[in-house]
Each structure stands twice: as structure tokens, then as C-alpha cells.
């Protein structure tokens, strides 16, 4: 690999480098690194420097901050610095606060009311696994009672492709690496070396085509009981972001929850919700 | 049970006491007299002390300069007075209620991990806000719990049951104990503050953490209530409680902005991923009471 290598790849992330542009970084996504994420961070960006033939990262911090192509090198770095991967049960704190808090006092809110429906939406939902992960929680919180319930997931992505990927429902072993065994064995069924999703739980999906530049559809998406957009936001600059999140609370039903990326934050963009803390993970809630 | 657990406690004749030093130096601190002198001389009396408090000072966590410091009188100069009192505070607890017990080895050092990440948490709060507690706010957050160890120690049995109950119906601790044992972590930390004469704010924190409202000093109560469930949501948990909670809506919120505390600077989002580093904090700091020699770590 040496010839790859250019004065990049001997380039090290000083301390004060690290804080700058975790700084940036968080100011301008919303995406926070902590100290034990620094080599992570130094990863990600060491491809950036190589792109941009820079041999250190004080200079690529300049350029981001002065240069007037920045905002075209903050759209690739922000690509770089989100985990474009997903996976079945990924950031098990989210889903566990999800799971054991979130979910149980939103059914306990329905039921109290009469009204056993449940309406959720894995907006930005990739290849399917977000969604499918939050139909298998509900099936296991409900068990037998799900067909006393009337729950519908939507799952919307802007990518044909991953939503061609939802549809056929299938993964690799990589892809549910964090999925407990004894869930693996209720839900999925193998499929040569893959697995594949069984019918229960795909019918709760449904997978749908959304730009979420298209207002007038966004709007339509009415009565949610939960929200997952993680690691959306980055991809919007300010006022996108301010519009959008605004538009997500009132997709939202009094009472729901809005889960954004593990370690991204709403607080530049929106004093709307509630910042809840649940064990190790944050949520916004709609009163 | 006949006799309440609380009774029992108020009534062991070996609860452990902390060193005489240790309470002098407290009380001097009190004293409208207190000088560098006397603090040094006081600690001096009780060499291991002494030799664990120059530790401490030198340790990672409080060191202010290059050059290490060999004498309580330069520790003194370069950290104020108030700042050694609370080291030979923690000190003498630490090593009176070591955070390895003899039953239950984990959950006692995840009992002190939360004292100590409270502790920290409320340091960087402190700072935030620009509180000044002195240092009293790592104090105050190291010692909240006082009363769980006790319990731990001396009902062991049934403290497990309590936990396993507050998991089980997910709730507070302090309800499962009242459930299992009759009393709270606060009433029993309070009983051992003042047994311990404690400084008041101390007193304090150990029975108001959960309200703090009913507190006299409700600056540094307030602050160690918000860092408790800071501490909880990060999961640097004594086990139980897994509360879900919103920050903002919280009394202790609400002191601090009554009394002019400027809490809506605070990046909630962001300070809560900052307080994820803490981890680290929490294990340097237990290693500074826990290096190898350290003596003094008996159960007297």
C-alpha cells in the first residue's frame, strides 16, 4: 500500500487539531465526537487530507473555515464522518430506550384512550433495517396481542436502490451482527448464506419512495406515534434543517418521540420538543 | 423485621469512624482561625494520611503544575486551603469504605463509580455555570451515596434484594429500599454525616439530593441532584435506577435558574456526549486512592 500513500498518510491529529475540528464539526452538523472517538475521527479524515492533497490537518481545518469552495469539502466530510453503514439493532442504547421506555409508555397512552394503534416512521430507513428492527421490538413487547393492534411502519428512503435492498428483505450475517441469537432464530429464516426476514414482521413495513425535499409529501405523513431520523439532518444545511425538524413535530402525535443519530443533537435547531434523557441514550418528545 | 434497619445502623458499635485528623481538620475549617499552618500541622499528625493526601494532590486529576509537590504547606499555596480539606475529606472516607468491598465486588465499585462520576460531573457543571463551590462540589457528589455503601456493607442481603426489586419494577432506589428495608440511602448517609461531623452542606446533600428544595444550602444540593441523574443517564449507574427524565423540567433546573444561574447557556445535547469522556476520569481517579502501597486500605 505504501504507493498509495501520500504526505497524508503520516499526518497526526494533535490534540488541539482534534477539539478544532470536532468543534466545526458540531457546529456545523450537530454530530459530536468525544475524546474516545478521536482516532475514529482521525480515520475518517485522513481520506479527506489525501483527496484534497493536504499534509495536515491544521491546513485542512483553514480551508474548511476559509476557503470559499468549504461548503462543497463539508458535504464530503460529512459524508465521511457518518457511518454510511447500517445494521440491524444499531446504537443499542437507542433502541433499548426505544424498546424498554419509549415504545411501552406510547402503547400504555393508546390503550388508555381505546385507541390500539400504532404508527411509526423509519424516515431515511436505507436497506430496511431500522424498520425491521423496530417491527420485531413491537412484536416482542406485544407477542401474541400485535393482532389485537392495528401498527403500521413507514419507511421511507430517497435511494431506489436501498429500498429495492428493503423490499428483498434479505441480509448477511455482517449485517445482523448485533442481533441477539434467540431474535435471529424467531424472525429470520435462512436463505443460503443469508437470512431473510420472515413474513410477520415484513408485512408491518411499509416501504415507500420520499424525497424529503418534497414538501407537499413530507406533510402528508401525518399521526406518527414515533420517529427515527438518524443521521438525516447532516445533509441539510441550517435553514433545510430548521424547516424540516419543524415539519417532523407536527408529523408527530402529542406524547411522540423523535430519535435522531446517537451522538447528533437539535439544540441550534429547534426549541420545539422536549429533550428527554432516558438510560444512555437522548429523545425529543412532542407534548 | 422488629428492629428498622435504621435503628440497627444508629445502634452498631463498629461503624466505621473517620481518622480523628480527618475530623479535626474539618472542624478547623470551621474555625474562624484556620490558617495553612495549622491545616498542614493538623494533617501531619497522621503520617499516612499525610503521604495520601501529597498523593492525591500530585495525582493527575488536581496537579496544577510541572513540579510536584512534596510538602501539605506548598500543596496549600498552589491549591488553596479549601481544596485540601476536600482532598483529606475523600480520603479518609475512600479509605474507611474502600471501593473494594468484600461481597459484592462489583457492585460496590459501581456504587463508588457513580459517586465519583457525580462528583466530576458536577466539577464541569460548576464551571459552566460559574458556580465557585470550591471544590466542594466533588465532595458533595463523591459522598451523596454515602448511605448505599453503609447499607451495602452492613445489609448486604437485603441491599441486593432492593436492587433486584428496583430493577424488576423500575423504580427509584431509594423506593425499593424503603420497600425491602424500612429506610433510605438518604436517611442513612445523613445519620453518618453527623455522626461524622460533616460540614453542613455535606449533611445536606446526603439526605436532599432526591429533594432539593428542602435543602439549606440549595446552590450546592441543586447542583449535586442535576449531576446525579446526569451521571444515571450516562449510565455511570449504581445499579436500578434507570430513569428516564427531562432536564429541564427538573426543581433542581429551576433553583439554579431562580438564583440566577445561567442554565439555558448549557448545551444540554452536547454537555451530555462531553460527559461520555468522564469514564476515563472516573477509573484515573480510583487508581489515584488505589496504587500499588497505598496503605490504610483496611476495614478498621
Known amino acids: 500500500m505504501s504507493e498509495l500513500r501520500t504526505s497524508a498518510g503520516t499526518a497526526q491529529m494533535t490534540d488541539d487539531n482534534f477539539r478544532l475540528l470536532r468543534d466545526f464539526i458540531y457546529e456545523h452538523s450537530g454530530i459530536y465526537f468525544s475524546d474516545t472517538k478521536k482516532a475514529q475521527l482521525e480515520n475518517r479524515l485522513m481520506l479527506r487530507l489525501r483527496a484534497n492533497n493536504l499534509t495536515d ?37 437507542q433502541i433499548q430506550a426505544f424498546q424498554e421506555k419509549a415504545l411501552p409508555e406510547l402503547m400504555n397512552n ?67 451482527r448485533s442481533v441477539p441469537p434467540e431474535i435471529k432464530k424467531k424472525y429470520f429464516v435462512p436463505d443460503g448464506s443469508q437470512y431473510k426476514i420472515n413474513d410477520e414482521i415484513r408485512m408491518l413495513v411499509e416501504l415507500q419512495y420520499l424525497n424529503f425535499n418534497d414538501s407537499k409529501r413530507v406533510r402528508l405523513m401525518r399521526g406518527f406515534d414515533a420517529i427515527f431520523c438518524r443521521n438525516v439532518l447532516i445533509y441539510f444545511d441550517d435553514t433545510a434543517k430548521k424547516r424540516f425538524v419543524s415539519q417532523l413535530y407536527d408529523n408527530l402525535n402529542p406524547g411522540g418521540y423523535l430519535f435522531i443519530g446517537h451522538s447528533e443533537s437539535l439544540h441550534n435547531i429547534s426549541r420545539a420538543f422536549k429533550l428527554v434523557h432516558f438510560p444512555g441514550a437522548l429523545g425529543y418528545k412532542k407534548e | 423485621m422488629d428492629i428498622s434497619v435504621f435503628d440497627t445502623i444508629k445502634n452498631i458499635d463498629d461503624l466505621p469512624t473517620l481518622p480523628s485528623v480527618a475530623m479535626e481538620v474539618i472542624g478547623l475549617s ?49 491549591m488553596g486551603l479549601n481544596e485540601i480539606i476536600n482532598i483529606t475529606t475523600s480520603v479518609s472516607v475512600l479509605s474507611i469504605l474502600p471501593p473494594k468491598g468484600s461481597e459484592g465486588e462489583t457492585l460496590r465499585k459501581a ?3 457513580h459517586c465519583i462520576a457525580t462528583g466530576l460531573i458536577a466539577r464541569h457543571i460548576d464551571k459552566k455555570l460559574g458556580m465557585r463551590s470550591m471544590g466542594r462540589e466533588f465532595v458533595g457528589g463523591l459522598l451523596h451515596d454515602i448511605g448505599k455503601i453503609i447499607l451495602d456493607e452492613y445489609f448486604h442481603k437485603e441491599y441486593m434484594e432492593a436492587h433486584a426489586f428496583s430493577i424488576d419494577v423500575d423504580c427509584p432506589m431509594y ?41 439549606q444550602y440549595k446552590d450546592i444540593t441543586a447542583l449535586i441532584s442535576i449531576s446525579d441523574l446526569l451521571a444515571k443517564a450516562k449510565e455511570f449507574s449504581c445499579g436500578g ?60
Open chain 1, 57 to 93: 490537518y491544521d491546513k485542512y481545518y483553514y480551508m474548511l473555515k476559509y476557503d470559499p469552495q468549504a461548503s462543497k469539502e463539508m458535504r464530503s466530510l460529512f459524508d465521511s464522518v457518518t457511518t454510511n453503514e447500517t445494521s440491524f439493532f444499531r446504537s443499542p442504547p
Open chain 1, 110 to 176: 393508546r390503550e388508555n384512550i381505546g385507541e390500539k394503534t400504532l404508527r411509526l416512521w423509519s424516515a431515511g430507513c436505507s436497506t430496511g433495517d431500522e424498520p425491521y428492527t423496530m417491527a420485531i421490538i413491537v412484536k416482542e413487547l406485544l407477542q401474541e396481542r400485535l393482532s389485537e393492534w392495528d401498527v403500521k411502519i413507514f419507511a421511507s428512503d430517497i435511494s431506489e436502490k436501498a429500498l429495492r435492498s428493503a423490499r428483498s428483505a434479505t441480509y448477511n450475517e455482517y449485517t445482523l
Open chain 2, 30 to 78: 470551621r474555625s474562624a482561625e484556620v490558617s495553612i499552618n495549622k491545616v498542614s500541622e493538623c494533617i501531619y499528625k497522621d503520617p499516612p494520611l499525610a503521604t495520601k493526601v501529597l498523593r492525591v494532590a500530585n495525582s493527575a486529576f488536581y496537579r496544577r503544575g510541572a513540579t510536584e509537590v512534596d510538602t501539605l504547606h506548598r500543596a496549600i499555596l498552589m
Open chain 2, 111 to 113: 456504587f463508588w463509580d
Open chain 2, 175 to 215: 423506593e425499593a429500599e424503603l420497600e425491602v428495608l424500612g429506610t433510605t440511602h438518604m436517611e442513612i448517609g445523613h445519620f453518618l454525616a453527623q455522626k461524622w461531623d460533616l460540614p453542613g452542606y455535606i449533611a445536606d446533600i446526603t439526605l436532599y439530593h432526591h429533594q432539593p428544595g428542602e435543602a
Open chain 2, 241 to 300: 435506577d434507570r430513569l428516564s427524565f427531562v432536564l429541564t423540567d427538573q426543581p433542581a433546573w429551576h433553583m439554579l435558574k431562580q438564583m440566577g444561574y445561567p442554565v439555558h447557556m448549557i448545551d444540554i445535547e452536547r454537555f451530555t456526549f462531553e460527559i461520555e469522556d468522564i469514564g476515563k476520569e472516573v477509573n484515573n481517579y480510583i487508581s489515584t486512592f488505589s496504587e500499588p502501597g497505598a496503605e490504610g486500605f483496611v476495614h478498621e
